[in-house]
C-alpha cells in the first residue's frame, strides 16, 4: 500500500540524486567500513553460515527472509546513527544548493 506522505515518489529521486554524486557509494563505503570494524560483518557472516549449514535445502530467499530483521535489528546505534547524519548532511546541502 503506497504511503500517504509522498515518501515514495520521493525515494527513488533521493537515490538518484545521491547515485548521480557519488554519495550512495560513499555512504556504502563508509557503512561497509564501520561494520567491519565494529565486528558485525564477521558475526553476521558466521550466522549467515550457521544457518546455511542447519537448512536442509532451504531457499536462499527464507534465509534472506529470516536474516534481514536480525541483521538490522543488530547494527549497533553509533553506527546507524552516523550513516543518518552522512544521509542529513547531504540532503541538506542539497536542498541549499
Same mark, same amino acid.
Do not use: C
Given at each position: %500500500?503506497?504511503r500517504?506522505? &509522498?515518501?515514495? /515518489?520521493?525515494?527513488?529521486?533521493?537515490?538518484?540524486?545521491?547515485?548521480?554524486? &557519488?554519495?550512495?557509494?560513499?555512504?556504502? !563505503?563508509?557503512?561497509?567500513?564501520?561494520?567491519?570494524?565494529? &565486528? !558485525?560483518?564477521?558475526?553476521?557472516?558466521?550466522?549467515?553460515?550457521?544457518?546455511?549449514?542447519?537448512?536442509?535445502?532451504?531457499?536462499?530467499?527464507?534465509? %534472506?527472509? /529470516?536474516?534481514l530483521?536480525?541483521?538490522?535489528?543488530?547494527?549497533?546505534?553509533k553506527?546507524?546513527? /552516523?550513516?543518518?547524519? %552522512?544521509?542529513?548532511?547531504?540532503?541538506?546541502?542539497?536542498? /541549499? &544548493?
Amino acid at each position: %500500500m503506497p504511503r500517504a506522505d &509522498g515518501q515514495a /515518489e520521493l525515494y527513488p529521486q533521493i537515490l538518484r540524486r545521491m547515485t548521480e554524486h &557519488g554519495e550512495y557509494d560513499r555512504l556504502l !563505503w563508509m557503512l561497509t567500513q564501520k561494520l567491519s570494524e565494529s &565486528g !558485525w560483518l564477521d558475526d553476521f557472516r558466521d550466522k549467515s553460515k550457521e544457518l546455511a549449514r542447519n537448512a536442509d535445502n532451504m531457499p536462499a530467499e527464507t534465509m %534472506m527472509n /529470516e536474516l534481514l530483521p536480525q541483521a538490522e535489528a543488530s547494527i549497533l546505534p553509533k553506527v546507524r546513527q /552516523e550513516i543518518v547524519a %552522512m544521509i542529513r548532511q547531504f540532503l541538506d546541502k542539497q536542498v /541549499e &544548493g
